[in-house]
Structure formats: C-alpha cells, structure tokens
C-alpha cells in the first residue's frame, strides 16, 4: 500500500509559478512510477506528467510540456511538479499517483491516488 498526500496549490495569478508537493508513505515507493493528473471544473481527469522510478524516464501532456517538470527525491519519499507561466486553463484540482511502470499512469489506470490539491489560476 502507498498513500499519497498533495500539497501546495493555491491561487496564483496568470503567468505565475507554483511547485506542487506529494509526501508518499508506505512500502518501496521508489520502485512505483510517480505522476500528476488533473481535473477542472465540469471536465474529466487529465493526465499532466510521469516519472519513472529512476528518474531517467518522464512523460508530459502536450500542455504541460515546455511549462511543468515532474521530479522526484526517494529519499524523501516526494514527488513534485514546478508549474510555471500558469494559464487560467491550468486551473484544477492536482492529483499524485502511484503505479508500477508510467505506461500505467499514462493509461490513467494507476493503483494509488491522493485526494488532491487546488490550483487557481486567475486571469
């Protein structure tokens, strides 16, 4: 089992950054591909980001490519993701997840999610 705990969304105006944080409890959480969803208001979740567990490998949406990285520290048991020049298209609730490989989380079929982090972006 690996829990999954978000951190860090906020409101944030146009063109600004945040850093979004995921603390991961449980066993063997660098052995688990790590990434980032998405939901708006009104939409489906979205996949934004995967990293594998070596770090070696990383996945983006094409909306996010070029304006997020997803990063991870196994010896703290985090993941993250930097968000910069935010849209107000960016707005939503930010979910962590956890799963055996990124092809997994890529397929939105991953085996562990946080409850989520709100992002505002405002115009």
């Known amino acids: 089992q690996v829990q999954l705990v978000e951190s860090g969304g906020g409101l944030v105006q146009a063109g600004g950054s945040l850093r979004l944080s995921c603390a991961a409890s449980g066993r063997s959480f660098s052995s688990y591909a790590m990434g980032w969803f998405r939901q708006a208001p009104g939409k489906e979740r979205e996949f934004v980001a995967a990293i594998s567990w070596s770090s070696d490998v990383t996945y983006y949406a094409d909306s996010a490519r070029g304006r997020f990285t997803i990063s991870r520290d196994n010896a703290k048991n985090a993941v993250y993701l930097q968000m910069n020049s935010l849209k107000p298209e960016d707005t939503a609730v930010y979910f962590c997840?956890?799963?055996?490989?990124?092809?997994?989380?890529?397929?939105?079929?991953?085996?562990?999610w946080g409850k989520g982090t709100l992002v505002t972006v405002s115009s």
């Open positions: 997840t956890a799963a055996i490989n990124t092809a997994t989380i890529r397929s939105n079929a991953a085996n562990y």
